[in-house]
């Protein structure tokens, strides 16, 4: 689905987030159709008691915006911007023998490893 909608082509992402120059709308489209394959489901999901495989659902429970959260999520946002892609897409770049998306990838990793470092470790 990545690839046949264009996300892995981070001119087409990047166009999309260019309102101003050369503003391309269907990625609208792409994320429109996942809410409407993906909003049934979790509605007929959470409807349950509990999961099919598990005892209880792990849903997040946080609801109070935090430094942590507003910052991490300005830096994914200018990590897309700049490089017309978000981290399924890239993987499936990679997958595919995109040898430019290596850069990406690295950043990604070290990113989520600064994370463990700086707030995950004991």
């Avoid at 290596?102 to 463990?116: D, K, N, P, R």
Wanted: hydrophobic letters at 55%; glycine letters at 14%.
């Amino acid at each position: 689905g990545i690839a046949l909608s264009g996300m892995g082509d981070p001119a087409k992402v990047q166009n999309f987030l260019d309102l101003a120059g050369q503003w391309d709308p269907s990625l609208a489209f792409v994320m429109g159709g996942g809410l409407l394959v993906t909003t049934p489901g979790f509605m007929w999901l959470l409807k349950r008691e509990r999961p099919l495989f598990a005892d209880v659902f792990s849903l997040p429970t946080k609801q109070d915006l935090d430094g942590k959260l507003l910052a991490g999520a300005a830096m994914f946002g200018v990590g897309w911007g700049l490089s017309g892609l978000c981290p399924a897409p890239a993987l499936v770049v990679l997958l595919s023998g995109g040898t430019m998306f290596l850069l990406f990838a690295a950043a990604m990793a070290a990113g989520m490893l600064m994370h463990y470092v700086v707030f995950e470790r004991e």
